[in-house]
C-alpha cells in the first residue's frame, strides 16, 4: 500500500502514514478552512488500510490545536480506527505538551469515546 504523506501548512496538520514502518502520525496544527475536504484522503486512505492492517496498530497523535471542524473529523478517524481494533490490535497515543490542559482534556473525552487501547502521553 502506498504511504500517505501531507506536510504541514499553518493551517493543516502533517500527515505521515507509512503501513511498512508500522508509522500512523497526525501533528501540528489542525484548523483547515474546509475540514472534510482536507481529511477525506486521510479517511480514503484508512479505508483502504482496513482491509489488511498491520497485526498491531499504534496511531500517534501529536497536535498541538485543533479546531472544532477537525474534533468532529478526529472522531469520525477514531471511530475509523475502532473498526480495525475488531480485526487486528489497534493502540492509539495522545501526546500534549507538558501544561497544556486543553490537549490533555481533549485526549481524555476521545479516550472515553472509543473501545481501544488509548494512552494519553506528556511530553
Known sequence: MTDLT???TEETPKISFKQNENEFIISER???????EFY????????????NPNSETIFDFKLDYFNTASAKQITK??????????????K????????DLD????????DKLIDVEFEILEY
Open 6 to 8: 501531507i506536510e504541514a
Open 30 to 36: 489542525s484548523l483547515p478552512e474546509n475540514a472534510v
Open 40 to 51: 477525506t484522503p486521510i479517511f480514503d486512505w484508512i479505508e483502504k488500510y482496513k482491509n
Open 77 to 90: 478517524l477514531l471511530l475509523m480506527l475502532e473498526d480495525i481494533e475488531k480485526l487486528k490490535n489497534v
Open 92 to 99: 492509539i497515543r495522545w501526546f500534549f505538551k507538558k501544561g
Open 103 to 110: 490537549m490533555q482534556s481533549s485526549g481524555l473525552r476521545y
